[in-house]
């Protein structure tokens, strides 16, 4: 069952997840998407992968709604909806809780960007609501990435390699062979 659930996971990834990532980190005024805990390498064990975990739970991001393009990542959501509301519909996926929340925050993002007018004239309010919505959404992607990846380096070195060198957080990350 898990083996099938990180197929689904792998398959999320494969779709948005990745650009979800690059799109969040936009936001993040702070270091976390540019700490070295995020840039796995083939060296890295099952430790390395729980310290970054932690590492990443226990950073506070800071975000802001301003830093970035809503209107690019609404419509990014938008594009993405059938296939997140099919990945809800995915019995198999309550019994993996983080994705599952996860799924949830993406979708909640999603819906309170959609019903906004227009982003760029959004209150200070709404700005905060969107930055915490952002905040949620983020974490929890980032998180279920990281235990992703460890997945593949564990069961799928091939898959691996190809994470390694597509590293969305490692701007010298190149999908050809150096």
């Given at each position: 069952?898990l083996?099938?659930?990180?197929?689904?996971?792998?398959?999320?990834?494969?779709k948005?997840?990745?650009?979800?990532?690059?799109?969040?980190?936009?936001?993040d005024?702070h270091?976390?998407k540019?700490?070295?805990?995020?840039?796995?390498?083939n060296?890295?064990d099952?430790?390395?992968?729980?310290?970054?975990?932690?590492?990443?739970k226990?950073?506070?991001?800071?975000?802001n709604?301003?830093s970035?393009?809503?209107?690019?990542?609404?419509?990014?959501?938008?594009?993405?909806k059938?296939?997140l509301?099919?990945?809800?519909?995915n019995?198999?996926l309550?019994?993996?809780?983080?994705?599952t929340e996860?799924?949830?925050?993406?979708t909640?993002l999603?819906e309170e960007?959609?019903?906004?007018?227009d982003l760029?004239?959004?209150?200070?309010?709404?700005?905060?609501?969107i930055?915490v919505d952002?905040?949620r959404a983020?974490k929890?992607v980032?998180?279920?990435?990281l235990t992703?990846i460890?997945?593949l380096?564990?069961?799928?070195?091939?898959l691996?390699?190809?994470a390694?060198?597509?590293?969305?957080?490692?701007?010298n990350?190149?999908?050809e062979?150096q």
């Amino acid at each position: 069952m898990l083996s099938k659930l990180n197929m689904v996971i792998g398959i999320f990834f494969s779709k948005m997840g990745i650009g979800l990532l690059n799109d969040l980190s936009v936001f993040d005024r702070h270091t976390v998407k540019n700490g070295d805990h995020l840039i796995f390498t083939n060296d890295w064990d099952k430790r390395a992968f729980v310290k970054a975990l932690a590492v990443i739970k226990g950073t506070p991001s800071d975000i802001n709604s301003r830093s970035g393009n809503l209107k690019n990542l609404r419509d990014f959501l938008n594009g993405e909806k059938d296939f997140l509301l099919t990945l809800l519909g995915n019995p198999n996926l309550l019994e993996h809780e983080n994705f599952t929340e996860l799924l949830w925050a993406v979708t909640h993002l999603s819906e309170e960007l959609a019903l906004r007018g227009d982003l760029d004239k959004l209150s200070e309010a709404d700005h905060r609501h969107i930055s915490v919505d952002i905040k949620r959404a983020y974490k929890l992607v980032l998180a279920e990435w990281l235990t992703y990846i460890g997945h593949l380096k564990n069961n799928y070195p091939h898959l691996f390699s190809l994470a390694v060198r597509t590293n969305p957080f490692d701007p010298n990350a190149s999908a050809e062979f150096q």
